[in-house]
């Protein structure tokens, strides 16, 4: 084979690899917590190989894709609750940062988290993903940043709608 055919076949492998982690990238930012956590988990499922090991800065690793589909459960399971009866609106963005490793990519994350108060929690991290053919085998969450306070019960619509006109219930 020529040098020129290797060269060739390296850039359809590196396209391939951005083309991958660009659908698994969409797929998160098009799924809506709104209408439930179940979307995130398909898609956890179909991108993740089963041994992978996600690890943060600030945490241990962890691997394999049942300790970390529970971890991901007891995130979005809440934030499906807060989106749904609570009026809290979350906005994801990702954009690619290009680096120069085989099978591996990085971008940039945000999530806004806006309370009906107004109120906004942001938050931004990188991702570093390591693939084994079509699935991520390892992912690492770094630059984690925080702004804006908490959000309360005070940012959220949680309180029972008022009694209608004709409502015989007991109060």
């Known amino acids: 084979?020529?040098?020129?055919?290797?060269?060739?076949?390296?850039?359809?492998?590196?396209?391939?690899?951005?083309?991958?982690?660009?659908?698994?990238?969409?797929?998160?930012?098009?799924?809506?917590?709104?209408?439930?956590?179940?979307?995130?988990?398909?898609?956890?499922?179909?991108?993740?190989?089963?041994?992978?090991?996600?690890?943060?800065?600030?945490?241990?690793?962890?691997?394999?894709?049942?300790?970390?589909?529970?971890?991901?459960?007891?995130?979005?399971?809440?934030?499906?609750?807060?989106?749904?009866?609570?009026?809290?609106?979350?906005?994801?963005?990702?954009?690619?940062?290009?680096?120069d490793t085989a099978d591996e990519t990085h971008s940039a994350w945000s999530v806004d988290l806006i309370g009906v108060s107004g109120n906004t929690c942001h938050l931004s991290w990188c991702t570093l993903r390591r693939w084994a053919g079509s699935r991520v085998a390892y992912e690492r969450h770094y630059e984690q940043r925080h702004t804006g306070g908490p959000l309360t019960g005070d940012d959220l619509s949680l309180s029972p709608s008022p009694p209608k006109l004709g409502d015989n219930r007991p109060s």
């Open 1 to 99: 084979m020529s040098a020129q055919h290797h060269l060739a076949r390296g850039i359809q492998a590196d396209r391939d690899l951005y083309a991958r982690e660009r659908v698994l990238n969409s797929a998160i930012i098009d799924a809506e917590i709104g209408r439930g956590w179940e979307e995130y988990l398909e898609i956890f499922d179909a991108f993740y190989a089963d041994d992978v090991e996600v690890i943060t800065d600030t945490t241990h690793a962890v691997r394999g894709k049942e300790r970390i589909r529970t971890l991901l459960f007891n995130v979005l399971a809440p934030l499906h609750v807060m989106a749904e009866v609570g009026g809290l609106s979350i906005q994801i963005r990702a954009s690619p940062i290009h680096g």
